[in-house]
């Protein structure tokens, strides 16, 4: 079964950075593309960013400028550089790997941003 751990999460202050990073294993080959999405209390999931095998990336309009998504293929993991933090990128952060047909997530790290 494919596996998804996020680590890294924790609380800042405003204008802080954290790094967050996934592990992936199971049947998640290095072509898949991956990504970050967060839940805030009361919202929906929302895109933070997303990057394919190639390096090409996209990013949510809240985080542009302030986040950076990278992979190492050979390891299966994805990284989310997060720089200039605000109270409102507080959230659950899931990592996830997109197959054929259907998405994977991982379990969640919280992040929080105290102003």
């Known amino acids: 079964q494919v596996q998804l751990v996020e680590s890294g999460g924790g609380s800042v202050q405003a204008g802080g950075s954290l790094r967050l990073s996934c592990a992936a294993s199971?049947?998640?080959?290095?072509?898949?593309?991956m990504g970050w999405y967060r839940q805030a209390p009361g919202k929906q999931r929302e895109l933070v960013a997303e990057?394919?095998?190639?390096?090409?990336?996209n990013y949510g309009d809240s985080v542009k400028g302030r986040i950076t998504i990278s992979r190492d293929n050979a390891k299966n993991t994805v990284t989310l550089q997060m720089n200039n933090l605000k109270p409102e990128d507080t959230g659950v952060y899931y990592c996830?790997?997109?197959?054929?047909?259907?998405?994977?997530w991982g379990k969640g790290t919280q992040v929080t941003v105290s102003s």
């Open positions: 996830s790997a997109k197959g054929a047909r259907v998405t994977f």
């Open positions: 990057i394919t095998s190639g390096g090409s990336t």
């Open positions: 199971g049947s998640i080959f290095s072509i898949n593309p």
